[in-house]
């Protein structure tokens, strides 16, 4: 079975990912079943890719930006960010996922979805979302 997530920076050089170790250890600890919530979103996309995300933000459609689980956030050339929120609100804390995928005209056999930032966010701003954002400009001037 074909694995789509991925962690920023790609790199397969045996080193720990700090994101990953963030998601999957620190995570953790802030709450068992929200974590357990994550972790299957987190693997359902795996397993799906680009494709799970789309159709997400298809069934979410008609629902208000602070309702939905994935939200777009910003946009750098065609690529967007996006921000997994599970659960959705809450006043004990949010975990927030960052990522992107690649666009779908100019990478239609690509089905990866690529973590670039995380965070478990209880205050009123995000804290992460700039550094999400420039993990992004820094994986799109990559790939030219």
């Known amino acids: 079975m074909a694995e789509y997530l991925y962690y920023f920076p790609i790199e397969d050089n045996g080193n720990k990912n700090r994101i990953k170790e963030l998601i999957e250890k620190d995570f953790k600890r802030k709450g068992s079943k929200t974590y357990k919530k994550l972790k299957q979103n987190l693997i359902d996309i795996n397993k799906g890719g680009r494709e799970y995300i789309l159709f997400s933000l298809y069934e979410e459609n008609s629902k208000k930006h602070n309702n939905k689980k994935i939200a777009r956030i910003d946009k750098y050339n065609d690529f967007v960010l996006y921000e997994l929120r599970i659960p959705q609100q809450s006043k004990n804390g949010v975990f927030r996922i960052y990522f992107t ?24 701003e995000a804290k992460k979302i700039d550094s999400a954002f420039n993990n992004l400009k820094i994986l799109v001037d990559a790939l030219k």
């Open 101 to 124: 995928f690649y666009p779908v005209k100019d990478y239609p056999n690509n089905n990866n979805v690529i973590i670039l930032e995380a965070e478990f966010k209880t205050d009123k």
